[in-house]
Every structure is written in structure tokens, then in C-alpha cells.
């Protein structure tokens, strides 16, 4: 690919040698002659020979562009938008009245259960578990080894990554002569454009529904326990936890490590620090970090008295 390709792509101007070839793409620290990078900083050190930054840089080749975060998604989707090639593997098993589009592809070892719904352009990878009476939508992309239970919706263009279970039970016991589980018989609801991480967990409903909200985008390892609403557009970082019936609102951020308790409400544009235990309701429009959570600014007020003279 050329730089003037490349300009193409990303909406930017050109500078320099307008016709170089770029042999890899690579971090800033790592790149060296032939290779391109991306410069948030004009000034950032690099033995690339091709930048894509906000303004031109002496001895070097590039593109100048508004925001070099933008253009490396536009780059790197356009590198990577193939085609999933439609079909059904002669080596995956299909259930009775499942209804399956043509423009669908279903790779080897996949099970199907019964009367699952899947949408045209979805593509289910190998190995996955797909739980009877299951509806998946139009545009999703279901990765490897994937399960998912009876009574969970999928909607358009979401996608699963590997390992991930949804719709399991619940952590729900009732204590009679030692523990015995509650059984959960609601389901689980996931959204339009959802992203969900690898080795996520979804638990179904005991009664109704779990709820993930359109836009959402939850990173690798993150659980989520029965009966919880997420909102629209939030963002839940590794490893965090919510526990049963929390209801989170919209635009909501958590990041890494988060733990928010049961029973909860978190309002709309919160943001959570990473570690932060949520042990009580939270408003909007505020952050929050510490353990027990707090508002950011009265958590960084009592840390500059206690180490005030240190």
C-alpha cells in the first residue's frame, strides 16, 4: 500500500515523498525505514520514515489528519473488512427448525440447537454452542468456542468473542441443610452493535431478563451476574464485576477491576476508577473511585491530607 492510498483512507493530506511504499505498520517505538506509524504527538521520537499526525515533521513522509486516533480506525478497518464467505460445514451439527439464510456461514464443529433463529451475514465460528430457541441477528459475528443457553436475544452487527458464555445460571442458593440452587428460568437480552470481549459471562434472569443496551462494549473477563439492565453506550473494562439486579444507566464508564454490588443504581455518565468497589446507589453525571466508592474529588482531597508533609 502506498501513502497516497493511504491518505485516501483516512481523509488527510500527504507530505513528503508522496509514493513510498509501506512495508508494516507498527508502534511508534518499534517502526523503522519503510514502515508507517501513528503520532499523536508531532514531536514523538520515531525511526519510522512514515507518520500519520497532526502537522508536518521534518525529514519524514506522511499524512496530516485532524485526529490520528480516527484515522487509525478508518486504516485498520479498511485493512481488515473482508468478506466472511457464506455456507454451512458438512462437519457442524444443525437441529430440527432451525432457520438458517443462505447469506449466513456456519463453521466446523458448530452445534445448533432447535429452533434457533440465526440473521442473514452472521457468522457462528467453529466449536461454538448454540442453545435451542436462541434468536441471533443480522451482521453478527460469533467467535470460536463460544456458548450460548436458550432464551437469550442477540440483535444486528453484535459481536461475541471467544470463549464467552451467555445465558448460564445464575449465582442464586437458598441455605437448607447446606445451599441449594435457585433455578433460573429468565433469559438474556444483548442489543444492537454490542461488542462483547473473550471469557466474558452473562448470566441469564431468575425471573426476566439480563439486559446489555445497544452500543455497549465490554472488554475480556468481565462478569455479569443475573437480572443487571446496562444502559446504552457504556463502557465496562477487564475484570469487572456486577452483581445481581443492578440496574447501570447510559454512557456509563468502569474501568479495570470495578466491582459494583447487587441491587444497585448507577446513573447516566458515571465514571468509575479502576479497583473502585461500588457498595451503594451512585448519581449521574459524577465520578467515583475508592473502596467504599466515593466522588473522585473528595477521594483525592483526604489522600493530599494524609500524605500532606510526607
Given at each position: 500500500?502506498?501513502?497516497?492510498?493511504?491518505?485516501?483512507?483516512?481523509?488527510?493530506t500527504?507530505?513528503?515523498?508522496?509514493?513510498?511504499?509501506?512495508?508494516?505498520?507498527?508502534?511508534?517505538?518499534?517502526a523503522?525505514?519503510?514502515?508507517?506509524?501513528?503520532?499523536?504527538?508531532?514531536?514523538?521520537?520515531?525511526?519510522?520514515?512514515?507518520?500519520?499526525?497532526?502537522?508536518?515533521?521534518?525529514?519524514?513522509?506522511?499524512?496530516?489528519?485532524k485526529?490520528?486516533?480516527r484515522?487509525?480506525y478508518?486504516?485498520?478497518?479498511?485493512?481488515?473488512?473482508?468478506?466472511?464467505?457464506?455456507?454451512?460445514?458438512?462437519?457442524?451439527?444443525i437441529?430440527?427448525?432451525?432457520?438458517?439464510?443462505?447469506?449466513?456461514?456456519?463453521?466446523?464443529?458448530?452445534?445448533?440447537?432447535?429452533?434457533?433463529?440465526?440473521?442473514?451475514?452472521t457468522?457462528?465460528?467453529?466449536?461454538?454452542?448454540?442453545?435451542?430457541?436462541?434468536i441471533?441477528?443480522c451482521?453478527?459475528?460469533?467467535?470460536?468456542?463460544?456458548t450460548?443457553?436458550?432464551?437469550?436475544?442477540?440483535?444486528?452487527?453484535?459481536?461475541?468473542?471467544?470463549?464467552?458464555?451467555?445465558?448460564?445460571?445464575?449465582f442464586?442458593f437458598?441455605r437448607?441443610?447446606?445451599?441449594?440452587?435457585?433455578?433460573?428460568?429468565?433469559?438474556?437480552?444483548?442489543?444492537?452493535f454490542?461488542?462483547?470481549?473473550?471469557?466474558?459471562?452473562?448470566?441469564?434472569?431468575?425471573?426476566?431478563?439480563?439486559?446489555?443496551?445497544?452500543?455497549?462494549?465490554?472488554?475480556?473477563?468481565?462478569?455479569?451476574?443475573?437480572?443487571?439492565?446496562?444502559?446504552?453506550?457504556?463502557?465496562?473494562?477487564?475484570q469487572?464485576?456486577?452483581?445481581?439486579?443492578?440496574?447501570?444507566?447510559?454512557?456509563?464508564?468502569?474501568?479495570?477491576?470495578?466491582?459494583?454490588?447487587?441491587?444497585?443504581?448507577?446513573?447516566?455518565?458515571?465514571?468509575?476508577?479502576?479497583?473502585?468497589?461500588?457498595?451503594?446507589?451512585?448519581?449521574?453525571?459524577?465520578?467515583?473511585?475508592?473502596?467504599?466508592?466515593?466522588e473522585h474529588?473528595?477521594?483525592?482531597?483526604?489522600?493530599?491530607?494524609?500524605?500532606?508533609?510526607?
Amino acid at each position: 500500500m502506498k501513502l497516497t492510498e493511504v491518505a485516501l483512507v483516512v481523509k488527510g493530506t500527504v507530505f513528503g515523498k508522496k509514493n513510498l511504499r509501506i512495508k508494516n505498520i507498527l508502534p511508534p517505538e518499534e517502526a523503522g525505514k519503510g514502515d508507517l506509524t501513528f503520532l499523536y504527538d508531532p514531536g514523538q521520537k520515531t525511526n519510522a520514515n512514515m507518520v500519520i499526525t497532526t502537522g508536518k515533521v521534518k525529514e519524514k513522509s506522511g499524512v496530516v489528519v485532524k485526529n490520528p486516533k480516527r484515522a487509525m480506525y478508518r486504516l485498520l478497518k479498511h485493512l481488515t473488512n473482508t468478506k466472511i464467505r457464506s455456507g454451512v460445514s458438512l462437519r457442524s451439527l444443525i437441529g430440527r427448525d432451525v432457520v438458517l439464510p443462505r447469506q449466513c456461514r456456519i463453521e466446523p464443529f458448530a452445534i445448533i440447537g432447535d429452533d434457533v433463529k440465526i440473521g442473514i451475514g452472521t457468522c457462528i465460528g467453529a466449536h461454538c454452542y448454540i442453545d435451542a430457541n436462541v434468536i441471533i441477528g443480522c451482521g453478527c459475528r460469533i467467535h470460536p468456542h463460544t456458548t450460548i443457553f436458550s432464551s437469550t436475544k442477540i440483535g444486528n452487527y453484535v459481536e461475541i468473542h471467544a470463549n464467552t458464555v451467555i445465558g448460564e445460571q445464575g449465582f442464586g442458593f437458598i441455605r437448607s441443610r447446606g445451599y441449594k440452587r435457585i433455578k433460573h428460568i429468565g433469559g438474556v437480552v444483548i442489543s444492537d452493535f454490542v461488542e462483547i470481549g473473550a471469557n466474558v459471562t452473562i448470566d441469564r434472569g431468575t425471573i426476566g431478563d439480563t439486559v446489555i443496551g445497544k452500543g455497549t462494549k465490554v472488554d475480556n473477563l468481565v462478569q455479569i451476574a443475573h437480572n443487571v439492565k446496562i444502559g446504552r453506550d457504556c463502557i465496562l473494562m477487564g475484570q469487572v464485576g456486577i452483581a445481581g439486579s443492578t440496574k447501570i444507566g447510559d454512557n456509563v464508564t468502569l474501568c479495570g477491576q470495578v466491582g459494583v454490588g447487587d441491587h444497585l443504581q448507577i446513573g447516566d455518565n458515571v465514571v468509575v476508577y479502576a479497583k473502585s468497589a461500588v457498595l451503594k446507589s451512585v448519581t449521574s453525571d459524577k465520578e467515583y473511585s475508592g473502596i467504599p466508592a466515593r466522588e473522585h474529588r473528595t477521594v483525592l482531597r483526604a489522600l493530599a491530607r494524609l500524605y500532606k508533609g510526607i
